[in-house]
């Protein structure tokens, strides 16, 4: 265990796709599903001698002397004791087997809280809705002796049930319920890196509305699933980028938005990570695109704008224009017809301001021929 809150596919997005630039100049242009309830059996020590403590005069009015008052002091603290020796049997009766775990010191637990665990433990108080702060309520402590595991909590039939925490060989710290030795319920969890955890368990790993803070800044809160992100989400990244939206199998899936902070933002689909199918993309210096996309680029039809009022609708390829395709350059000349890796490119049809038309040949984005289209001939 320790390992399973740490993913996080953002960063690479932004690298990919930063290099869309079209540039035209060269044309001219729950709650927990599981949640162990700490045994009911706790004594009910506010009610013990309520009506003795609390009825402090006698029926004729009188108060009851000191010696009554101790008297019924050492009754209470009797009582008290009693149920502390019957609530110490029921622990240790439900204590593992020997084979399983041995009972060490207390004190000797302490030695595996690092300064690591300590601080995130201290900075993360859990919501009271979920559960109070992990407390040792007289617990003993033991080794795990196949795993190395430091485990000091609830146990029933041998069995890590109830509330507990437990600190791991690789470092790493979980606190919250259990059920059947395995985390289950709501808890939490730091990793040797500083990753924390919290939110709901199944089986050891986050399942369920989870909010992780990574030590490097980054954050996630959100759905997973047996460890994996999966559901609706928001993922952040210390580098500005921000992703919101749905996630399938740990990576970006579906409909969501993605942003980095000074570049873009980007709404659409996605596919196992990747910018896929329909989306729009608004760049910071005002250029949009609403349109097709495949592998992280522009492909299939779209339309681009530009802030200068250039625009073009049309077929896409690898991030440029290709197949045939309508531009319109801010002066209203209008070019209809082909193109290849972003250049006019064959038969096309160009339109000037006052509406003449001049059928040609173009390559690589220069003229080859080009005549005039009268209107008879069209």
Not at 4 to 24: F, P
Not at 35 to 64: A, C, M, P, T, Y
């Amino acid at each position: 265990m320790g390992n399973e809150c740490t993913t996080c596919q953002c960063d690479k997005k932004g690298a990919q796709m930063g290099q869309v630039d079209i540039d035209m100049d060269s044309t001219q242009q729950q709650k927990p599903y599981y949640q162990e309830k700490q045994r009911s059996d706790r004594f009910e020590d506010q009610n013990i001698g309520n009506g003795s403590l609390r009825n402090k005069q006698s029926l004729n009015g009188s108060v009851l002397n000191q010696s009554q008052h101790n008297n019924q002091l050492q009754q209470n603290q009797m009582l008290q004791q009693s149920y502390n020796e019957q609530k110490q049997s029921q622990i240790d009766k439900d204590a593992p087997p020997f084979e399983y775990a041995i009972q060490i010191p207390l004190q000797d637990i302490q030695i595996h809280e690092t300064a690591v665990i300590k601080d995130i433990v201290d900075k993360y108080t859990p919501p009271l809705e979920h559960y109070e702060k992990m407390k040792d309520n007289g617990f003993k402590a033991y080794q795990i002796k196949n795993t190395y595991e430091y485990y000091v909590g609830e146990w029933l039939d041998g069995k890590r049930n109830g509330q507990g925490k437990c600190y791991y060989p690789d470092g790493s710290y979980y606190e919250g319920f259990w059920k059947d030795n395995s985390p289950n319920g709501q808890g939490r969890k730091v990793l040797p890196d500083g990753t924390f955890c919290q939110g709901n368990f199944k089986d050891g790993l986050p399942h369920g509305y989870v909010t992780m803070n990574r030590k490097d800044g980054g954050e996630y809160q959100g759905e997973y699933y047996l460890g994996k992100k999966q559901g609706q989400g928001v993922e952040k990244t210390p580098k500005g980028i921000t992703y919101k939206g749905n996630f399938h199998n740990d990576k970006m899936h579906g409909k969501g938005i993605y942003q980095i902070n000074d570049k873009y933002t980007y709404e659409g689909e996605f596919i196992n990570d990747d910018i896929e199918g329909y989306g729009v993309c608004t760049w910071n210096n005002g250029r949009i695109y609403r349109g097709q996309w495949k592998n992280n680029k522009i492909e299939g039809e779209g339309e681009f704008l530009w802030p200068d009022q250039k625009k073009y609708k049309g077929a896409f390829k690898q991030d440029k224009f290709e197949g045939y395709g309508e531009f319109q350059w801010p002066n209203g000349i209008i070019y209809r017809g082909n193109w290849k890796q972003g250049e006019m490119d064959g038969d096309g049809i160009l339109i000037t301001q006052n509406g003449e038309q001049f059928k040609g040949k173009w390559q690589a984005g220069q003229t080859i021929e080009m005549k005039k289209i009268e209107n008879d001939q069209e």
